[in-house]
Structures are given as C-alpha cells and as structure tokens.
C-alpha cells in the first residue's frame, strides 16, 4: 500500500505563460520557494536541480528529471530529496503542474505522488507546497515574495 496523492489547487491573477516563466526562468522560485534557484532546460528528459542559497549556499536539495513538458499547461518531473536520510532513501517521487485558465484567473493544480506507505517526503510536502504556491501567488499578483522559511519555522 502507498500513501496517498498530495493534491493542492490555486487560482493566480495571472496568465498561464506568467505561470510558467515563474516556474522554470530558474530565479524566479528564489521567490517562493524557500529561496531556491532551479536549473533545467525544462525539455523531456532534462536533469532538474533545485539549488539552495544563504548558509547553504550552492547546496543540491531537490533533484529530478524532465519526464513531459508542454508550455504552458503541463510539467511533470521526477522529484528526489539529496541524501543520506530517510527522505532520500525513499527514492524519487512525481510532481505535475497543470495550468489551466479560469475566466480571468489561472488555475493551477499541483499533483506530488508516488509515495511509499509511511512516507516521509509526503508528510514533508504536504506542509511546503502550500506554502511555495501562496508565495507564488502573491508574487505573480503582487510583486512581493515570501521570506526563506525552514522546516524548524513550521514547528
């Protein structure tokens, strides 16, 4: 038994090329998600590196690779936690992105899955992707990111 998908849907004040561009331009998640740059050529079969910044600067946290892409309504990539620990140990996972557009929003779905029962990763993620897609939103809508958080802030 595995556990279950992790599901979260928002509505952006935005178009879904912006979307996009935020996603992958590579500075843009410095923004948002926890002040991590990303490097890929976001083609299938692509290396993804999530990389870290401040104390830990240059750091590898996340890495996957590029399995579909289709700008600007779909990404799906292989998401790995750098090791050693037990959230490595557990192997990689998927994430999808669809970009849809609603009226005069965009809605974004973000899908993590495959998990092992008992996962680590997802209890992990289902506390940090909220958190990185307000931060996207607020700053695709407002100019503003989100101050770096860490694992000890959600405690």
Request: charged share 25%; glycine share 10%; hydrophobic share 35%.
């Amino acid at each position: 038994m595995s556990d279950p998908d992790f599901v979260h849907v928002i509505y952006i004040r935005a178009t879904p090329q912006a979307i996009w561009d935020a996603l992958t331009d590579g500075e843009s998640t410095a923004h948002f998600w926890a002040a991590r740059t990303n490097e890929s050529s976001w083609e299938k079969g692509a290396s993804l590196r999530f990389i870290a910044s401040g104390e830990r600067e240059g750091c590898v946290d996340f890495s996957g690779e590029v399995l579909e892409s289709d700008p600007p309504r779909l990404l799906r990539y292989s998401f790995h936690i750098t090791g050693p620990g037990p959230m490595h140990d557990e192997g990689p996972s998927i994430v999808t992105y669809r970009i849809e557009p609603s009226r005069d929003l965009t809605r974004l779905t973000v899908t993590h899955s495959g998990f092992p029962a008992g996962s680590k990763v997802r209890e992990g993620v289902s506390g940090g992707w909220p958190r990185i897609l307000s931060g996207l939103k607020s700053w695709l809508e407002t100019g503003q990111g989100i101050e770096p958080w860490s694992r000890a802030d959600e405690e």
